[in-house]
């Protein structure tokens, strides 16, 4: 199983980027896909997630309204794009897969398979 996360880079507040992770290696019917960040020095937190068919996207709150997961089926990938960033978006983001056939877990211990980590830094 691989979980290819990409997209990250540099970025004035006030600015976007999209994030991709690309899934491989088994079927994640049944599954979740979920980002988390993990800025210096902090725990990892939950960012936002969506359901492998699509359905039940949800949103930490700090990334709702800013934030869009979504889930491209033929290419098997999930995106976050993300609007309006701040400096306190700047961390290393991570996309994860784990159960979720009928809900988001934000807990990191639910998930079973995570992708490297691919770093945003805001600058002010």
């Known amino acids: 199983v691989q979980l290819q996360a990409s997209g990250g880079g540099l970025v004035q507040a006030g600015g976007s980027l999209r994030l991709s992770c690309a899934a491989s290696?088994?079927?994640?019917?049944?599954?979740?896909i979920s980002w988390f960040r993990q800025p210096p020095g902090k725990e990892r937190e939950f960012v936002a997630g969506?359901?492998?068919?699509?359905?039940?996207?949800f949103y930490a709150d700090s990334a709702r309204g800013r934030f869009t997961i979504s889930r491209d089926s033929a290419e098997n990938t999930v995106y976050l794009q993300m609007d309006s960033l701040r400096p306190e978006d700047t961390a290393a983001y991570y996309c994860?897969?784990?159960?979720?056939?009928?809900?988001?877990?934000?807990?990191?211990?639910?998930?079973?398979?995570w992708g490297q980590g691919t770093l945003v830094t805001v600058s002010s």
């Open positions: 290696g088994r079927s994640f019917t049944g599954y979740a």
């Open positions: 969506i359901r492998w068919s699509g359905a039940s996207p």
């Open positions: 994860a897969a784990g159960r979720g056939a009928t809900y988001v877990y934000t807990a990191p211990h639910h998930y079973d398979y």
